[in-house]
């Protein structure tokens, strides 16, 4: 399958268009735990995936982190090329959470069909308020709901990404994405295996009683 | 002055363009309290503020708030064009805190120059990465800082808007625009007081001590 096969507009693009994305687009597959954005220090440039799943965070100056949205299969990284948008005015990191293959469309070839093709304007507009909506979705989350909430649904989200009921992630790993301590992630998890919800295993968590957990959520 | 004084991108646009705009777009003054946008209820279209002052905020189902952003002069309000952006999924409110004059651009009209005209699409890009950046400063606030560093910014923020050191305006206004429960204010303003940085009076507080408020955020 190609860069064509995974790019929404690319039929909606001219043909000089489409050949200079193909032209200067490169394919790369990271393994898990690979870092690929951070902040201005990176500027890949777009990133079209096409298998695997990144993670967009934020970090504070203490090194606590909070995850804003994930990215998965034919999913389109906006910020990592966030060097050629003046006004974005954040630093956020990207990081593989599992090996990904995608294609990198250059920064300054992202300017040239941002500033020339409408239909490329309207797209990267259309990106934007999608991801503007995922972190405004988070906003809602951290602000009214009580975190037994936030965590049942994270732990029912990562259930239906990985497929399974018995979740390998660690207490530390789940705390960096809500965004909270190790401690109070522990504290719940265990709160929810008195409830029967959840049976706590060296290294795994294991979703006893789903529909409990989604009448929390 | 006149709407193209106003609207920053009118002098790039087409004479067709600046035609429709100016033939569309009309003007209104609007008390300080009146709601303008509440979510997907109200599609006015996009506001160009001539003078005053708007603030976009979040509702709780419980009607808590918390305040996103501020719109002044010259300041242009996309969110209340929302009905036409169809990936932004989220819902904001947004009232006239001051006495404010602007024009609106209706949203079909909207739609037909960011369909049409690349400078208004890559225009109207630059403007949801501002608010996006403004709303992720608030993230960043609420999920890093302690509430007093948060109270100590929003004080001097609004001296520095109203141009003088004693604020009226109550502790529940203030636990609106910061997300929080009107008790958790009037302790920190206490505290504040105790620290010899606020003087508390019946309907106002008095700024003291800039400095050390600055010290504090």
Redesign the interface.
């Known amino acids: 399958m190609a860069l064509s096969e995974y790019f929404p507009i690319f039929d909606k693009l001219t043909a000089e268009q489409q050949a200079l994305l193909l032209s200067h687009a490169t394919k790369r597959t990271v393994p898990a735990g690979t870092l690929l954005h951070n902040g201005d220090e990176t500027c890949m440039g777009i990133l079209v995936i096409r298998e695997g799943q990144l993670r967009a965070y934020?970090t504070?100056?203490?090194g606590?982190e909070?995850t804003l949205y994930r990215l998965f299969s034919r999913d389109i990284c906006l910020f990592s090329a966030s060097c050629v948008?003046?006004?974005?005015?954040?630093e956020?990191a990207i990081t593989a959470e599992k090996e990904t293959e995608f294609w990198i469309i250059p920064p300054y070839i992202y300017k040239n069909l941002?500033?020339?093709?409408?239909i490329f304007?309207?797209y990267?507009?259309?990106?934007?308020?999608?991801?503007?909506?995922d972190?405004?979705?988070?906003?809602?989350q951290?602000?009214?709901k009580s975190f037994d909430k936030r965590l049942a649904h994270f732990l029912l989200e990562e259930c239906s990404i990985e497929g399974t009921t018995v979740l390998k992630i660690t207490h530390e790993k789940i705390a960096a994405h809500l965004?909270t301590a190790r401690e109070v992630v522990t504290r719940m998890l265990k709160y929810f295996q008195a409830e029967g919800m959840v049976l706590l295993t060296r290294g795994a968590i294991e979703i006893l009683d789903e529909e409990k957990l989604e009448e929390l959520e």
């Not at 941002?114 to 409408?118: E, Q, R």
């Open positions: 934020l504070s100056d203490e606590r909070i948008m003046n006004s974005i005015q954040f956020i941002v500033d020339n093709s409408l304007s309207n990267t507009n259309q990106l934007m308020a999608t991801r503007f909506t972190v405004m979705w988070l906003m809602e951290i602000q009214w965004g």
